[in-house]
């Protein structure tokens, strides 16, 4: 069973516009959310990330939403630029004895239209 | 400061070989893990450690083996390596939850 799942493979958009980017998650003991980044033939790189004990978390052009109840966030980015393309994995991880763990979605690819 | 750095960075193994993928950092991170990323699938945790001289399994251990025997190096051992290998590999460390990875090794089996 997927714990954490990004259900759109792919999103195109045009430049200028926004880019919102889901992810879906199961296990209640998730507490901490993270986004990370990756180009081709490179590394993921870290994004933004979120504590469970808030809603939103912002950083430039790069917005992170939680609903714990929906056990749903959300990546905004605003406005997409053609750099931005790139695919965006969701994470997510505990506290306590699993802390630095994380479980990743299949991960978004991203095209920024110019 | 290099951060994370993974040798090879491309390799061709036959069916039934072993090889041994290495991974440094030096952000003097107490957490490293690695994975491995199948086409158009996500990041599947194979091992990880929380310091020198412990690892533990993640999700897909099978094939694979890791020592730690210092901060900076987490190097994975393919035995006996199979098809079913073939994958990109990446190494990562963090302080706790946010992990900076390696470029990665793309490693196919035939």
């Known amino acids: 069973d997927q714990q954490v799942k990004q259900n759109s493979p792919s999103l195109s958009v045009q430049e200028g516009r926004i880019s919102i980017l889901n992810c879906d998650y199961t296990?209640?003991?998730?507490?901490?959310f993270l986004w990370y980044k990756k180009y081709p033939a490179e590394g993921p790189t870290f994004l933004i990330s979120?504590?469970?004990?808030?809603d939103k978390n912002e950083d430039g052009r790069f917005t992170v939403f939680l609903n714990k109840s929906a056990k749903h966030l959300s990546l905004h980015i605003v406005p997409s630029q053609p750099g931005d393309s790139a695919v965006y994995f969701c994470?997510?991880?505990?506290?306590?004895?699993?802390?630095?763990?994380?479980?990743f979605g299949d991960g978004t690819t991203l095209t920024v239209k110019p | 400061n290099a951060g994370v750095t993974q040798t090879p960075k491309f390799r061709i193994l036959k069916i039934g070989q072993s090889m041994t993928l290495q991974c440094t950092q030096d952000?003097?991170?107490?957490?490293m893990y690695w994975y491995r990323q199948d086409p158009g699938m996500g990041l599947k945790l194979i091992y990880y450690?929380?310091?020198?001289?412990?690892?533990d399994k993640g999700e897909v251990p099978n094939g694979y083996n890791v020592s730690r025997s210092t901060t900076e190096d987490f190097p994975l051992r393919l035995e006996l390596a199979a098809p079913s290998q073939t994958s990109v590999y990446f190494c990562?460390?963090?302080?706790?939850?946010?992990?900076?990875f390696g470029p990665g090794t793309r490693l196919t089996v035939l």
């Open positions: 990562a460390s963090s302080y706790y939850n946010e992990q900076f």
């Open positions: 296990n209640s003991m998730f507490d901490y």
């Open positions: 979120i504590s469970s004990i808030k």
């Open positions: 994470a997510a991880s505990e506290y306590g004895t699993n802390a630095g763990k994380s479980t």
């Open positions: 952000m003097n991170h107490n957490y």
């Open positions: 450690s929380v310091g020198a001289g412990i690892t």
